[in-house]
């Protein structure tokens, strides 16, 4: 019984609800309250990487009902990290809107409740390991996150909000099928006192489930767990939902909401690898459409918020065609490029929303020479566009060229060649992103309005990003124990025939 | 079970016909009371299932307390606070219950007479619970139908609603022996889902004058 598996969604949750009930009158009680719960949060969360991503433990709780391995300590660890930075930044940002009168000051508690709630459901979901828990904590983090997107509540957010809760609804129902008809067909091999709606033991007899149910389930779970990753064509909400959300839940939902699906998808599909080929084959197929439609779709962006939404779509790409590829070397390039987009992804919205509290604009249009006034945030989107773009010496680059390599290992050159493609064409749009928006001449608007600056408690959390993506990228090896962990972890819930 | 196989084939019947209404009536107050009669049936289902495998009655109460009193009670508060006529769907009633009805009798014959692709026993595969399976995945798609044909933001939560039925109607073929654990997390989640649905609903007719989605369009490419 490891009691801290527990503690790791009680604390944001318990958080959550306090700040339901007394911060509804007091901004700062709320403020303080989400501050508190993502701190203690990040402390578990830091004991239980150690734990299983380190040294790769497995802790279990309550019969094996909760399971953590090294995949969901790294998993866990980066949603954590992310939503301590994000609560961080949240205070000067959500302040401002206050001021600004975007928002009232009275619905700061429900801005900290759902956030904490956010937090605890995405956290939950890398502890379960039973299936109908799994969809049903996957179904959570959609609905806590709702009201987060829509929290503006005006036509853009209300629509956006709509959009992305219809669509993740009733993709993730597709997904509920996949669930039962998986539970269903490994109900009858698994012998009589284990417990079939453990993921674990359905693993074990993933070969003895009827093709016809298995190739029927993967198909709900492609769906309806790939609707939540981001994945061409499921993906139309993403965008909508990214732009309108406040900059702090951007970052959330982009770094490590869309990560949550992918864990799903590795939890519940590749254990029939081994079994059916045709399965990795459909990942691989859906992974390369989906990065060379994001990065489509980028190029046609003026908006900031959309342009790093339609990029997290091309990097969901990448991570399916590493899952896809099957072979070891691919499956630690997606877990590597998981880690290393949670990181650069949510640096690049913090530099954006950081942008957007001292400009007020979003549109590249409306933007230039910004690096002169804001030196930090520029320091952190440049980082962070090197990042993206797969720029050597940056954490992306060695990701993406690992799932290269895997590519042509393991028998898919023409994916590779894709993969590359796109590679390049991500540099060009992100090198011609960050000229627009900090080189440059400032517009004589933005100059007569003072820009200056973000305060600390904003760029602190995008410098540790920073830090975090060159310190990867410089010297990978870093993380490497970590990464092959958390393959081995993969590989150990998948049976072999 | 083959004794009540008549009364099971009978209630699965009146589950398609009240899908049908839930879909093609205007006004949203009497899709909302049909879905309330559909839950019912689901219940007299599950009761009549229960009587050997005990397990769901349980099932039986959870989705008369979910399905027959609270979703209704949010369904008819909200359409209350917004209208209760249906904004004018995009295929009329000739053309809906045609394709509606080409979707419910191929899925059904296909479903019926492969059985065995979704299957997962032999047991399974015998009347009474291959007409359920055949039902559910009819009424799955005419949920699906719904939420991609119609334009009125409401009827989208009541299409939602059908598909989750579908899913919900399954479980007794698929997964009789699922512990309560796992079936109140699944009726939570669509109440909570369904609850939260309305409210943004509410929010867009209050800010765009009306449920129609088709004026949701500023947020494109």
Known sequence: MNNEILYLSLVPAIAGILIFILGRKSRALSETLALLGTVITFLIAVKIFGQTAVQGGVLTFWNEELRMDALSGLIAGLVALLGLIASVYSVPYMRREVEMGVVPAERMGVYYGWFMIFLATMLCATTVNNIILLWVIIEGTTLASIILVGFYWNRDAIEAAYKYAILLTVGITFALFGCVLLYSGASQQIAGGIDPLKLTEIAKVAGKIPKSIVLLSVVMLLVGFGTKAGMVPFHTWLPDAHAEAPTPISAMLSGVMIKVGVYALIRTVLIFYPFYSIVSTLV?????????????????????????????????????????????LGIYGAIFHLLNHSLMKALAFLSVGAVIYSTHHRRVPELGGLGKYMPFTAVAFYVAALSLGGIPFF????????????????????????????????VAIFFHLTYQVFMGEAPENLKAAGIKEVPVMMWGGMLILAFLCLLIGVYPQIVSPILNEATKAVFATIAMP | MQEFAKIISTISLSMIITSYLIIELRNLRYSAYMYMIQAVLMCTLFAIFAIENHGLYYWAMTAFVTKVVIIPWLLLRYIKKTTDREFQPLIGYLGSIFLISAVVVILYRVTHSYIGFVAPSQFATAEPFRTNLAVSLSIFFMGLYCILVRRDAIKTVHGLLILENGVHLSLVTLAPALRETALIGIVTDVVIAVWILLYVIYGIYQKFGSTDTLQLRGLRW
């Open chain 1, 284 to 328: 691989l197929i859906f992974g390369m459409i989906t990065m060379v439609v994001g990065v489509i779709m980028m190029m046609m962006q003026e908006d900031l918020k959309r342009f790093l939404a339609f990029c997290s779509v091309t990097s969901m790409g990448y991570i399916l065609m590493g899952l896809g590829l099957a072979n070891y």
């Open chain 1, 395 to 426: 954490n992306g680059f060695i990701s993406e060229f690992t799932l290269f390599i895997a590519g042509v290992k393991a028998g898919f050159p023409w994916a590779t060649v894709i993969a590359v493609a796109v590679a390049i064409l991500n």
